[in-house]
């Protein structure tokens, strides 16, 4: 019998599955639900159920639980071999949370195989829609929690993050400010992660100490929720949240429900589950400290593996905990693609490989024009009133202007991600613009470090499996070690490796100083 595991990936958009051999280190099954397209009886656009409010962004557990249903059974008709799963794990989108009331457990625990889980779950929400990471409708709890937790510096320090509108203790003192009645009749709070493995458990599931950070109610050192922090947020609030525990801890074998109607193996093991970045942090294999991941995608994400805990004091960045043990970071930057994209379409270039070829035909240049992309409000630094800065750069020069645009996003990479006291070994880069070799010699020079391509599409859902094995190895007893579970499965593309230039290097460790001061300038204009 193969040693079979299998990572799910509950997506804003998606649900996806990806199931690894472990000896033959081979992926052996993928399948991917599309909640517009597959499920489209729950109206979502884009995964999100329209709103009157563009602040607000809700979608439906019921809908995350019809997909799951779709995904076992996609998985069984083309021939997976579900009976020989050793145990599941997943990820979830993070930050959106799940509202379930007194008799949620009691339904979990006798899931009928003759229903659908949507028939089965009816009635045991006490909110039916969950607001998820988009939703940026609390800026006033934020505040409020913020303000009793003792300002950014102390609410970062305590729970790894400053106060976010996506974050989940906002969006529960909101809910609880608003619809007091269906607070009160709230029996459990669960994450997307939780909820999802609390359908494959068949019982309410613990939160882990990667997707509990995400909330803003985690005491990130301890590893226990906050007390201080759960009552800034609501009242009443530690008795509907689980209990915190390591992502891949096993919760018990799945339940019945999955055996009965899709053949899952009877013996496979429920564990808990984690948030899609901790997760990704697997599935690309940065499990030791030091190595680091850019994704350059509609935003652009710097994430990486970090053995003490430092938290951001300007409270721009994230820590989280790591599936991997210790700690993760997360900076995010919202223009990314979109800010590349605008600039190449301003200066008329037909796609990415001709702003290659024009970026190509310009070197790095001791003290060179500083162009600032705030084409959207910013996340990183926090930027409320969009725009375009540009400091000792011509307007009219397309060359220069495709450089300056991916300069400023690498050196405000390199410049927000001081606070994390780490010099990258090796930075793995992924995203549709990593395939553009120039773009990946600018984040080598600026970095100076080496970029290795790594192309995973589906580094979440792998980073679940990797999980799932984790998290079985270590029930049978074994002592697994990270480096050699993610071995065969994250490996770079080969011959991909682009080593910084040092003549370059030395022009970027200038200009990153010349960088902070425009930055100043521009935040106070
Ligand atoms: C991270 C975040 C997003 C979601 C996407 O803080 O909000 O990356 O996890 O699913």
Redesign the pocket.
């Known amino acids: 019998m193969a040693k079979l595991f299998l990572g799910l990936d509950s997506?804003?958009q998606s649900l996806s599955a990806v199931v690894i051999d472990l000896d033959t280190r081979a992926v052996v099954g993928e399948k991917s639900v599309n909640f517009d397209r597959d499920l489209p009886q729950f109206k979502t656009q884009n995964g999100v159920l329209p709103h009157r409010d563009p602040l607000v962004k809700h979608s439906l557990p019921l809908l995350w639980a019809a997909a799951l249903d779709l995904l076992f059974a996609q998985l069984q008709a083309e021939g997976v071999a579900l009976g020989e799963v050793l145990a599941v794990s997943g990820s979830g989108?993070?930050?959106g949370s799940v509202y379930l009331n007194d008799r949620a457990a009691g339904r979990l625990a006798k899931l009928n195989p003759a229903k659908s889980l949507d028939q089965n779950l009816r009635g045991i929400f006490s909110r039916p829609t969950s607001p998820i990471?988009m939703d940026s409708s609390t800026t006033k709890q934020c505040a409020e929690i913020r303000q009793k937790l003792g300002g950014i510096r102390a609410t970062a320090q305590t729970t790894g993050s400053d106060t976010f509108e996506?974050f989940t203790g906002p969006q529960i003192r909101k809910f609880y400010q608003t619809q007091p009645a269906a607070y009160q009749k709230t029996a459990h709070i669960a994450l997307v992660s939780s909820f999802m493995a609390s359908l494959l458990a068949g019982k309410i599931a613990p939160i882990d100490y990667g997707d509990g950070a995400?909330m803003n109610l985690m005491d990130l050192h301890r590893k226990t929720w906050h007390a201080g922090a759960l009552k800034a947020t609501a009242p009443g609030l530690a008795k509907k949240l689980p209990p915190l525990a390591a992502a891949g801890r096993v919760i018990g074998k799945v339940s019945a429900y999955f055996v009965r109607k899709y053949g899952l193996n009877p013996e496979a093991l429920a564990t808990v589950w984690t948030?899609?970045?901790p997760a990704s942090v697997l599935g690309l294999g940065l499990v030791k400290p030091g190595q680091v991941a850019i994704s350059l995608g509609t935003s652009d994400?710097f994430f990486g593996t970090m053995s003490r805990c430092r938290t951001d004091a300007q409270g721009e960045g994230?820590v989280f905990g790591s599936p991997a043990g210790d700690y993760m970071t997360?900076i995010?930057f919202k223009n990314g693609s979109l800010a590349r994209e605008k600039i190449r379409e301003t200066y008329g270039l037909k796609d990415w490989a001709a702003f290659g070829e024009v970026l190509a035909t310009t070197k790095p240049r001791k003290n060179a024009g500083i162009l600032l992309p705030w084409f959207e409000a910013e996340i990183v630094p926090r930027v409320n009133r969009p725009g375009l800065h540009r400091f000792d750069l011509d307007e009219q020069d397309a060359a220069a202007n495709c450089r300056a645009i991916f300069e400023a996003q690498m050196l405000s990479m390199r410049h927000h991600s001081q606070w994390m006291g780490v010099a990258p070994d090796c930075i793995y880069a992924t995203g549709g613009a990593s395939s553009n070799t120039a773009l990946l010699q600018v984040m080598a020079d600026v970095m100076n470090c080496p970029v290795r391509r790594i192309e995973i599409s589906k580094s979440a859902a792998l980073g679940a499996a990797l999980l799932a094995a984790h998290g079985w190895q270590v029930a049978a007893g074994e002592k697994p070690s990270w480096e050699n579970l993610t071995r065969g499965f994250t490996d770079p593309v080969p011959g991909s490796e682009i080593r910084p230039r040092k003549p370059a290097v030395r022009i970027y460790d200038e200009l990153i100083k010349k960088f902070a001061v425009c930055e100043r300038a521009a935040l106070k204009a």
């Open positions: 997506s804003t989108q993070q930050h990471w996506r995400g948030g899609d970045n994400t994230h997360l995010c």
